[in-house]
C-alpha cells in the first residue's frame, strides 16, 4: 500500500482536514468522487479502492474526517453533528474547486453521506453508501430504543459517558484494532453473539474477540492505524456518537427523501448493519441500486474488495460516463 496519495491539508468549514487525491479525470468530465470513511477508521481505509476508482476515469479523494487521522480533531461534541460534518464536505468541495461530488461511505460515513443528500442536495451528483442503509427517522430519539431494545451496555448508549471510552481505548490501541478488525461470524452464530457483541467496551475489558476468524486487514497495516490514533487519539471518533440524538432532534421537519442517483451496498455477514436493515429504503431513495456482497462482514473494503470495486465502477460509468 505504499503507493497510497500524501497527504494535502485545505481548510474546510473552519478546520484544517487531511485530503488524499488520485486524480483519474484531469479534463473534470466528472464530479470528484469523495470517499468519507466510518469508525474507527481512517482515510486508509480506502487503500484499495482508490486507485481501481481513479483508474476508471474520476477524480478520487479521500479524506480523514474531522476528529481521525491528519485532521484537525477538536474536542468540542457539537462541532460533530451532521450540519456540521456535512458542512465540512461543502468546504471541501469548496477547497477543491468543485460545484458537485459524489459522495461515497462506509459505516458513519455512510450516515454522512446520506446526510449530505438531505442536507446539502445541490452539492450531490450521486450517493454510494457501503453496509449503511438510509433508516426513516424514528419516532423517538434513537439512543432510548437502542438501550430499551439491546441494553444500556450497547456501545451506543456507553458512548454518550464523557471521556471514559475514548481514555480506555487509548489504553492499547494495538488490542484495540486488534479486537476490532476480525472476519465475520456465520450466521447460525449470531443469535448466541447477541447483544453481548455490542458491548465493545466490555469486551475490550475482557479482551473478548468478535469471533475465532484473523483481522481482516493485513499484517502490516495494524501499524498505520497505530499511528493515526495516536496522533488524533478517540475522542472524534466517539464524538461521532455523542450527536446521534442530536441529529435525530435537528432532522425534524427536513425532507427525508434522497432525490440523487444512489447505490448500495451491503454484506451478507455483516453483524452490525445486516443487510435486511435495507430493507425498504426504496420509499426514502427513488432512484436507488442495492447489491449485497456475499460472505463478508461489515469490513467490505478489505474483505471484498475486487467485488467492491467492481460494483462501484459498473455503477458509476452506468451513471456519470458522458
Known sequence: MNDFPEPKLVKANGVSLALYEADGDPDRNRPP?????????????????????????????ALDLKGFGKSDAPAEVGLYD????????????????????????????????????????ERVAGVISLCTPLSPRPPTAPISIVKKRLSDKHYFVQFQEPDVPEALFESDIEKFFRMSFRGPAPREKWPALIPAVYDIPGRFKAKQLTTDAGIVIPEEMIGVYIEAYQQ???????????NIDRNWALMEGRDE??????????????????????????????????????????????????????????????????
Open 82 to 121: 451532521m450540519e456540521h460534518l456535512t458542512g465540512d464536505l461543502e468546504g471541501v468541495l469548496e477547497a477543491i474547486g468543485a460545484e458537485q461530488a459524489i459522495f461515497c461511505g462506509h459505516d458513519w460515513g455512510g450516515a454522512i453521506v446520506w446526510g449530505m443528500a438531505q442536507w446539502r442536495p
Open 232 to 242: 488524533s487519539g478517540f475522542k472524534g471518533g466517539i464524538n461521532l456518537y455523542r
Open 257 to 322: 427523501i434522497v432525490r440523487a442517483p444512489s447505490l448500495w451496498i451491503g454484506a451478507a455477514l455483516d453483524l452490525f448493519l445486516p443487510p435486511e436493515t435495507a430493507d425498504g429504503m426504496e420509499r426514502f431513495v427513488p432512484d436507488l441500486e442495492k447489491h449485497v456482497v456475499e460472505g463478508s462482514g461489515h469490513w467490505i473494503m478489505w474483505e471484498k474488495p475486487a467485488e467492491v470495486n467492481a460494483l462501484v465502477t459498473d455503477w458509476l460509468k452506468r451513471k456519470f460516463y458522458l
Open 33 to 61: 468522487l469523495i470517499l468519507v470513511h466510518g469508525w474507527p477508521e481512517i482515510a486508509f481505509s480506502w487503500a484499495n479502492q482508490i486507485a481501481a476508482l481513479s483508474n476508471a476515469g474520476f477524480r478520487v479523494i
